[in-house]
């Protein structure tokens, strides 16, 4: 997925796994950004007793490069306490939540904002002791869980807006198909399907992510707190920031017999990054996969060649063999993937797509790069900037885009005419998709922050 | 979790009263108190971790709190190996 277990280390972490990340002009609120940061990936609803939470041990970041150089200018920090009322109970809850401080709510969880600058230097508190909601149980424990959820909105102050909690995941994809050697069902009768033909025709997708839930971090900040002094305009390389988000835990931990816990101790290190999606999923090999979680962009140059040569455009040719004979080509000829390079590590350079830019300069970093002045889309298309939407991923990311088939189109070639007129896309780059959209998706998304969906509810999920 | 993915491994890990590694920890990067300064040691309350990294020339990483020193100390290595033994 996104980013969903994708590496070998993380994917036996899950409160740690940074799953998605999400960083757009908030349309309600156009003087602000919107940053999401989803973790613990593929909740199922009804995993109670224990209902999913954030790790108290977790240090959780989103960070803001807005100059270019791929290091962190402002960090926002989410520090997660648990508070238990009554460890005689084996229950999350004793009755009806109705409130955030239902004494019926047993397991609650609240969490501290700090804002750093770069450089070291010390932070800012902006919160703390601030509430999540509980999970979305059901009609007898979470009652009116929208109204919990609005409850756990909180305002910080100049402007500034914080949620961390559970919600439906926004992200469709359908993995049970394309982790299945590559197969995307809309297509699958021209895959080579290893001979065993298995697939006489083509089929619609199947989102593997519905009814399933994640939790979010999320924060609304203006637009002048993020960006350098004086950003000015669409053209204006200032307008432009980089974002990322990180997990670290401390270095060491043991296991206490005694107290049946685990006990850590030492600096926090990173163990998960999210900049791009599917990056590290689809992109990173599987050898370099658990360091590149580690490391911050600027240290990226060193995984250009994956970006450059990427191993899925070697593998299209062969798994839908004369589908893709340009990409072939492409690909036979060693040329380096300039367009994915630009789009994933440099951000587009003015005069590329018309009206548009979203460059950082040249230092090679994996972020998710939003031009900052470009207002929402009033008619927004899921594609993006291959849809004409310069408000929509790669430039930023907003919860409905449809990722998996903007980067499977560009992994597929359709970007590569961009920076290279000489080349002419095959007719099936421009087509590919794993055949599921926004519609995928059952929770409606919502026209307010968070954006993302009412989490769906134990009791009624799966149905 | 990178240092404990050493633990298994060739490495030994201990957890330590902070005093049990005061006494001989005569180590070349061991972090010192200035002059005029007080030593601070670790917080009573917080586990010190201990990782051997190789027990033969006593390369050691200890964790408190938020921080880590590495240590050389074959002597202070062997005892502690020598302890869970």
Redesign the interface.
Known sequence: MSSHREAP?ISM?PVADSTDLYAFVSPDRPDTVTLIANYIPLQAPAGGPNFYQFGDDVRYAIHIDNDGDGKADITYRFTFQTRLRNPETFLYNTGPITALNSPNWNTRQFYSVDRFPGGGSAGAELGKNLACPPCNIGPLSTPDYGKLAAAAVHDLGRGVRVFAGQRAEGFYVDLGAIFDLGDLRPFENLHNQYGMNVFSGPAPGVNATNQLNVHSIAIQVPIRELVRNGASGEADPKSVIGVWTTAS??????F?TETGKT?S?????Q?SRLGNPLINEVIIALGDKDRWN?LPPVDDKQFAHYYAHPGLAAALPSLYPGVFPHLAALVKSGKARADLEAILLTGIPSGIIPGFQNSTGPVLSDMLRLNTAIPPSGNPNILGLLGGDLAGFPNGRRVFDDIVTVELRAVAGVTFALVDPSFTPDSAASAVTDGLTNASVKAPYLTTFPYLGVPYSGFDNPS | ?????G?AGAGL?A?AMAGALAAPAAAASAPRARPGQAARGPDPA????V?IRDLRSGEM?V??????ARLRDPGLAARLAHAVR
């Open positions: 280390e972490d835990r401390q270095a060491a931990s043991v206490d006990v101790s030492g600096p926090f290190r163990v580690a | 979790l990178c240092g404990a993915a633990l890990a957890t917080e586990p010190v971790i990782h990483d964790f408190a709190g938020e921080t880590t």
